[in-house]
Nanobody, 115 residues
């Protein structure tokens, strides 16, 4: 059984920062891409950032220069450092990973950007 567990969400003021973490556990033989998606109320889930096993990244235009995705392969963990947060970043953030050849989702962590 493979599991992705996210942490680090919460309430933050505009301009603030948060760091999300997502740890994969279970019977893991290989992990390829790891990344983050988000879903705001009434909107479709969208890609935020993804990182490959060798560290290549792809970010959504809306977060370029503000969010940074990284990973620790030894810990099977992916991170999302979010700086200069805006109210429009408010969403549930989901971790996604290609593990053992299939995709897995985390349970989601809420991020609220509000004064």
């Amino acid at each position: 059984q493979v599991q992705l567990v996210e942490s680090g969400g919460g309430l933050v003021q505009p301009g603030g920062s948060l760091r999300l973490s997502c740890a994969a556990s279970g019977s893991i033989f290989s992990i390829n891409a790891m990344g983050w998606y988000r879903q705001a109320p009434g909107k479709q889930r969208e890609l935020v950032a993804v990182i490959t096993t060798v560290g290549s990244t792809r970010d959504a235009l809306s977060v370029k220069g503000r969010f940074t995705v990284s990973r620790d392969n030894a810990k099977n963990t992916v991170y999302l450092q979010m700086n200069s947060l805006k109210p429009e970043d408010t969403a549930v953030y989901y971790c996604n990973s290609d593990i053992n050849g299939r995709g897995y989702w985390g349970q989601g962590t809420q991020v609220i950007v509000s004064s």
